[in-house]
């Protein structure tokens, strides 16, 4: 492939990804080769730099952190990893593991945190494969894939409820990240990769050791996924393509064993949430999805994975609760989305630890702006359906907490109600108001966008 000398590195590598999907396209059993001389390419070690500082993050067990790398020459620093990969003497260390809590409260799942060579190598891997595998992705996976998200997810949901699919499987795997086989795994990727060190530098991420950090800052080294052969380290930027690539095998088995046409079901997918909706018996579904993961040594949470009907019954999805939803007025009923409870107490569960005593020697404006950013990246993923309640009971709990914190901060104890007023906080402290001036907010006119391909569900507030 000629390039242009006068594009950019950013453009040279849109281009060559272009060129690799248009070819994996066109080609479905076509295996690629001479890949890794492109990962330690100048051009795709910068993009994958930018990517990685973009999204910022902790350093890893090494402590070398984006400002220290920044400090002492981003370019020596690329250079080396291109030589250490050119030479074939590149070796990545140990993952830093965290334990982030979940929307229960007192449960929490484990992060990996790989070194910033690992995650910008990871990443010019990423932007290699990438192309290439998602010209067999399937339809049905929504996440982590260009030009979808998680609202197209519920979306879709939303479409096959109204066109009769009302049985549903709402599936839960148990541990799919860490359950994912090395040996299945790697012949998926195989299938389309016959570079023999691009292959070997997978695997290496595959096995890297794990180092747990407890809560009185104790660590302990393991490698659970060498000794079991098994997982894929969550936080790496490799994890994503590599779970959508082998949730693809169980989706494929879905629609080529004839189970979609036989049940009438469709699958939707996003990273390891899935669920089938039908027009067979759920019961029957779910015992089939069973069979499937078994399979493909994967682990469906029996116990957790429910069989319904909806409307009747209803049930939620990415935040979402999904069935029916009544009308303001009193006036009928629709199959339509809204927030989940559980999605509205984990926002105000951050809110008030936003506005605990342990902030109260912070500015107004720095605690406003937190307030102001923590609640719309909410109101902008939560645009889908009856999403009017919700924004006022944030907005209520928000102005309450920020109230308690200006009492406490400036010692107030009569008058509140008055020197803190809701008015007051809105228009002089500017504390962001989800209602009822919606729709000057982006993710008002999101929902006016989204109106048309959602049907009811997508009403503007």
């Not at 957790?304 to 006036?331: A, D, M, V």
């Not at 989305?337 to 005593?357: D, G, L, N, V, Y």
């Not at 309450?400 to 402290?429: M, P």
Request: hydrophobic letters at 35%; a positive charge; glycine letters at 8%.
């Amino acid at each position: 492939m000629t390039t242009d000398k006068r594009l950019t590195g950013s453009d040279k590598v849109r281009r060559f990804q272009t060129v690799l999907h248009e070819k994996a396209k066109e080609e479905p059993e076509r295996r690629f080769h001479a890949l890794i001389d492109k990962v330690y390419r100048m051009d795709f070690l910068w993009e994958a730099w930018r990517m990685v500082r973009r999204n910022g993050g902790s350093p890893g067990v090494d402590g070398e952190s984006i400002a220290d790398i920044e400090a002492s020459g981003v370019e020596a620093w690329l250079r080396e990893l291109s030589r250490e990969l050119r030479e074939g003497i590149y070796q990545p260390q140990a993952v830093r593991q965290v334990l982030i809590p979940k929307k229960t409260p007192g449960k929490f799942r484990p992060l990996g945190i790989p070194c910033l060579r690992d995650r910008v190598i990871q990443t010019a891997a990423m932007l290699i494969l990438s192309p290439i595998f998602e010209a067999d992705l399937q339809p049905e996976q929504y996440g982590y894939r260009p030009g979808r998200n998680a609202q197209d997810a519920v979306r879709r949901i939303h479409r096959l409820l109204n066109s009769g699919h009302n049985e549903v499987v709402d599936a839960d795997l148990s541990n799919y990240f860490g359950e994912i086989p090395h040996a299945e795994l790697m012949k998926s990727i195989a299938r389309r990769v016959s570079d023999g060190r691009m292959l070997g530098l997978i695997k290496s991420w595959l096995v890297m050791p794990v180092v747990e950090e407890d809560e009185k800052g104790g660590k302990r080294r393991t490698n659970r996924a060498r000794k079991e052969r098994k997982g894929t380290p969550q936080g790496s930027p490799i994890s994503p393509l590599l779970s959508n690539l082998y949730m693809r095998r169980f989706i494929l088995g879905w629609k080529q064993l004839g189970y979609a046409r036989y049940f009438g079901a469709q699958i939707v997918c996003y990273a390891d949430d899935f669920c089938i909706l039908g027009r067979a018996p759920a019961a029957e579904m779910q015992r089939i999805a069973k069979v499937l993961m078994d399979k493909l040594k994967l682990r469906l949470n029996v116990q957790k994975t429910r069989c319904l009907r909806c409307p009747e019954e209803s049930f939620e999805f990415l935040g979402y609760r999904i069935g029916w939803n009544y009308r303001p007025n009193g006036k009928g009923r629709y199959i339509g989305t809204r927030p989940s409870a559980s999605s509205i107490q984990s926002i105000c569960r951050k809110i008030s630890e936003q506005t605990s005593r342990k902030y109260g020697l912070l500015d107004a404006e720095e605690i406003v702006q937190r307030l102001n950013w923590m609640i719309s990246g909410w109101a902008n993923y939560f645009v889908l359906g009856q999403v009017s309640p919700s924004y006022r009971a944030i907005d209520l709990h928000t102005s309450k907490r920020l109230r308690q914190w200006f009492c406490r901060k400036h010692k107030v104890t009569a008058g509140k109600h008055v020197q803190f007023s809701d008015v007051n906080l809105w228009e002089t402290y500017g504390l962001r108001r989800l209602v009822p001036k919606t729709r000057d907010l982006p993710w008002a006119k999101s929902c006016v966008q989204l109106k048309a391909g959602c049907g009811k569900t997508a009403r503007p507030v």
